[in-house]
């Protein structure tokens, strides 16, 4: 028969409330209590039910990070990697989990309606991408990475029109004129190109109110 909560907390000679403590809030109970209920869940062979845990408590203890594309696509990029090792060293700081999430057939409504964790952190959806609204329909709380700038959510990210156009500004200030502007899919000379990201399409934005400010617009081949 399985050993349960009860038969630990008896044998224990403490309440179930204290055994819930010592595998999910130990500051709760003494160290003594805490080792006490531990040796003897070893000595029984106990182990708490993780879904039942969650379900009686609705809290996992996991934070989600979602992924634009497959995990195999994303986790080609160094960026990527730093960044799961800052979120995974709080994470670790704090207790929780971290699991990586992609869309499944290259649908997210599935991967977010099904995601058992307490939060996500949302990895290159702008502003007007389904991602929010899904989340939304779920209430759960949510940080928006490189997702553009919104007042409908939280948002860690780069003014790429400001950022570009200064550094467009310091290299012809400095006297450069054959300036080359590398990116990783070929760019089109219209800003309004469906082609490019919206991030590449901020970049030139900046590039260009740059060329446009020191009056070089008739140079601007030089430059796309």
Do not use: W
């Not at 179930?16 to 109970?29: G, L």
């Not at 730093?82 to 994470?91: H, K, L, V």
């Not at 990895?123 to 949510?142: C, N, T, W």
Request: proline share 3%; with cysteine; glycine share 6%.
């Amino acid at each position: 028969m399985k050993i349960t909560i009860k038969d630990l907390a008896e044998k224990a000679g403490v309440s179930k409330t204290a055994v819930s403590f010592a595998f999910n809030n130990p500051k709760r109970i003494s160290k003594e209590t805490y080792d006490r209920i531990m040796s003897i869940a070893r000595e029984i062979g106990y182990s708490p039910d993780p879904v039942a845990r969650i379900l009686a408590t609705r809290i996992t203890q996991t934070i989600a990070l979602l992924l634009p594309q497959t995990i195999t696509e994303t986790l080609e990029s160094p960026y990527i990697a730093e960044m799961i090792r800052g979120i995974g060293s709080i994470c670790e700081e704090k207790g929780l989990a971290l699991t990586l999430l992609s869309p499944q057939e290259g649908i997210f409504t599935h991967t977010i309606q099904n995601a058992a964790v307490d939060g996500m952190i949302i990895l290159g959806f702008d502003a007007d991408s389904e991602v929010h609204e899904l989340i939304g329909q779920r209430k759960m709380p949510y940080v928006a990475v490189d997702a553009g700038i919104s007042d409908n959510y939280t948002t860690l990210t780069i003014d790429e029109v400001a950022i570009s156009e200064e550094m467009m500004d310091h290299l012809i200030e400095n006297g450069h004129k054959k300036i080359c502007f590398g990116s990783l899919k070929a760019l089109s000379r219209s800003l309004s190109s469906s082609d490019k990201s919206k991030t590449m399409e901020a970049r030139l934005k900046g590039i260009y109110n740059s060329v446009q400010k020191h009056n070089m617009e008739h140079d601007i081949d030089q430059y796309f």
